[in-house]
């Protein structure tokens, strides 16, 4: 049969490495491409010829997702060159045994490297389980203390409460700080917290995904036995941490680190083995913690691409260099909205913006839904706000190139001048 030959274009600011030409099967995609990248352009060719079917050939979105969000465009096209057979194993990563010689190789370096990002110290435990963050939310107190045991709350938003409220059926949870009335645009100022003194821990959302909410620093739990937790879902690996300063840290991978379906606890090694009788098997760490994560079966496909992501954020100089990355993303982004004349508009203090997610208004409200319209003939998606919130919302995680801020710039830009 005649190969068809169709082409996509990648948007990407990097060099890729070379993937030599491969044949799958007879019936299955051939790839070619070039050796690298002009980083003057911002796009690239990939040929593909199908043997069988015709292969679409429109240009990839800049996707602005929440999460599930987008993932680096390297990690996606290596993760595609695996896919069929893994370095030769004769099978793909969906399908090998989680008890395998293969399968234990990737999920030991994913942890070796994540290790290496955040200098995690010895005495902390990284466990990939699933559920998503939520379901963190009650095998905390389940593993943390007893039904009587009081818990602090910090509540910058929707984030926050949820964790607040699932902890009521387990302990005693209290809030010693909430935004919603004003919005849940601020960070509270640590020195007049007024922390519980026997609060077993003290719980925080790094980043709040819905309202743009980011803490900069981190409060000093007060109880000298107490130990503060931290929900990084939608910042964890975009900046340096001190995991040292915190008893459990945790985070769905689905916004900076991999697919939906991965869920990563690091937890201080004496904090484990203390879970409740009535906690479900599927919720207690040290059943995870002595079984490798590999007590049931994992999400192993999402395991390797996260392992990807970290081995790429390593291979861009680790998480400071990331961090400069999203700073500058985030700055062109907020002077946009900033120097607009308020036809753009962010409701967050300025000093504690995420550098993940940045919700804006237009003047005219009327209009948003028009924006959002164009935006996605322009190719960049996914940019409506929370439901809960409204408005427009662009996450810029790691993975967004500065291409696709510069992009959004431009079209802030335009459509003001269009309709100002």
């Given at each position: 049969?005649a190969?068809s030959?169709n082409?996509f274009?990648?948007?990407?600011?990097?060099?890729i490495?070379s993937?030599k030409p491969?044949s799958?099967?007879?019936s299955?995609?051939?790839?070619t491409?070039?050796n690298t990248?002009?980083?003057t352009?911002?796009?690239?060719?990939?040929?593909i010829r199908?043997?069988s079917?015709?292969v679409?050939?429109e240009?990839?979105?800049?996707n602005f997702?929440?999460g599930p969000?987008?993932l680096?465009?390297?990690?996606l096209?290596k993760?595609?060159?695996d896919l069929?057979n893994?370095?030769g194993s004769?099978?793909?990563?969906?399908?090998m045994?989680h008890?395998g010689k293969?399968f234990?190789s990737?999920i030991?370096k994913?942890e070796s490297?994540?290790?290496?990002?955040l200098?995690?110290p010895?005495e902390?435990?990284?466990?990939?389980l699933q559920?998503g963050?939520?379901?963190?939310f009650?095998?905390?107190?389940?593993n943390?203390?007893k039904?009587d045991?009081?818990?602090d709350?910090?509540?910058?938003?929707?984030?926050g409460?949820?964790a607040?409220?699932?902890a009521?059926?387990?302990?005693?949870p209290?809030?010693?700080?909430?935004?919603?009335s004003?919005?849940?645009t601020?960070v509270p100022s640590?020195?007049?917290?007024?922390?519980t003194?026997?609060a077993?821990?003290?719980h925080i959302?790094?980043?709040?995904?819905?309202h743009?909410v980011?803490?900069?620093d981190?409060?000093?739990?007060?109880?000298?036995?107490g130990?503060?937790?931290a929900?990084?879902?939608?910042?964890?690996?975009?900046?340096?941490v001190?995991?040292?300063?915190f008893?459990?840290i945790?985070a769905?991978?689905?916004?900076?680190v991999g697919?939906?379906g991965?869920t990563?606890?690091?937890?201080r090694k004496d904090l484990i083995?203390?879970a409740?009788d009535i906690t479900p098997?599927?919720l207690?760490?040290?059943?995870?913690d002595?079984?490798?994560?590999?007590?049931?079966?994992?999400?192993?496909?999402?395991?390797?691409?996260c392992?990807?992501v970290?081995?790429?954020?390593?291979?861009?100089?680790?998480?400071?260099?990331?961090?400069k990355?999203?700073?500058?993303?985030?700055?062109l982004l907020?002077n946009a909205?900033?120097e607009?004349r308020?036809?753009f508009?962010?409701?967050v203090?300025k000093?504690v913006r995420?550098?993940m997610n940045?919700p804006f208004?237009?003047e005219?409200?009327?209009l948003?839904?028009?924006f959002i319209?164009?935006?996605a003939k322009?190719?960049m998606v996914?940019?409506?706000?929370?439901?809960?919130?409204?408005?427009?919302?662009?996450?810029?995680y790691?993975?967004?190139p500065?291409?696709g801020?510069?992009?959004l710039?431009a079209?802030?830009?335009?459509?003001q001048?269009r309709?100002?």
């Amino acid at each position: 049969m005649a190969a068809s030959t169709n082409s996509f274009l990648i948007g990407n600011q990097t060099q890729i490495p070379s993937l030599k030409p491969k044949s799958i099967s007879q019936s299955f995609i051939h790839f070619t491409k070039p050796n690298t990248i002009n980083l003057t352009t911002r796009t690239t060719s990939i040929s593909i010829r199908c043997a069988s079917t015709t292969v679409g050939s429109e240009q990839r979105v800049f996707n602005f997702a929440a999460g599930p969000a987008a993932l680096p465009e390297n990690v996606l096209l290596k993760a595609q060159s695996d896919l069929y057979n893994w370095r030769g194993s004769g099978m793909s990563v969906m399908e090998m045994s989680h008890r395998g010689k293969e399968f234990l190789s990737i999920i030991q370096k994913a942890e070796s490297d994540l290790r290496q990002l955040l200098e995690i110290p010895s005495e902390y435990s990284v466990l990939f389980l699933q559920g998503g963050a939520t379901t963190q939310f009650a095998a905390l107190p389940l593993n943390l203390c007893k039904s009587d045991d009081s818990v602090d709350y910090i509540v910058t938003g929707s984030w926050g409460d949820k964790a607040f409220k699932e902890a009521k059926k387990y302990c005693n949870p209290k809030v010693i700080w909430s935004g919603k009335s004003e919005k849940y645009t601020k960070v509270p100022s640590f020195d007049g917290l007024e922390q519980t003194s026997h609060a077993k821990y003290l719980h925080i959302c790094a980043n709040e995904t819905i309202h743009g909410v980011e803490f900069k620093d981190y409060p000093v739990v007060k109880n000298p036995d107490g130990i503060l937790i931290a929900d990084m879902s939608s910042n964890f690996c975009s900046k340096p941490v001190d995991v040292s300063k915190f008893g459990v840290i945790y985070a769905g991978a689905q916004k900076n680190v991999g697919p939906s379906g991965v869920t990563i606890v690091i937890i201080r090694k004496d904090l484990i083995g203390n879970a409740r009788d009535i906690t479900p098997v599927m919720l207690d760490y040290k059943i995870h913690d002595e079984n490798s994560s590999l007590y049931n079966t994992p999400p192993c496909f999402g395991i390797y691409m996260c392992g990807l992501v970290f081995d790429d954020l390593l291979e861009q100089g680790g998480l400071k260099e990331v961090e400069k990355k999203n700073q500058r993303k985030a700055m062109l982004l907020y002077n946009a909205i900033d120097e607009s004349r308020g036809f753009f508009r962010c409701p967050v203090e300025k000093s504690v913006r995420s550098l993940m997610n940045v919700p804006f208004t237009l003047e005219k409200s009327e209009l948003e839904a028009e924006f959002i319209k164009e935006a996605a003939k322009e190719k960049m998606v996914q940019l409506k706000g929370h439901r809960s919130v409204g408005g427009m919302r662009a996450s810029i995680y790691n993975a967004m190139p500065l291409a696709g801020v510069e992009k959004l710039v431009a079209f802030m830009k335009d459509f003001q001048a269009r309709h100002a």
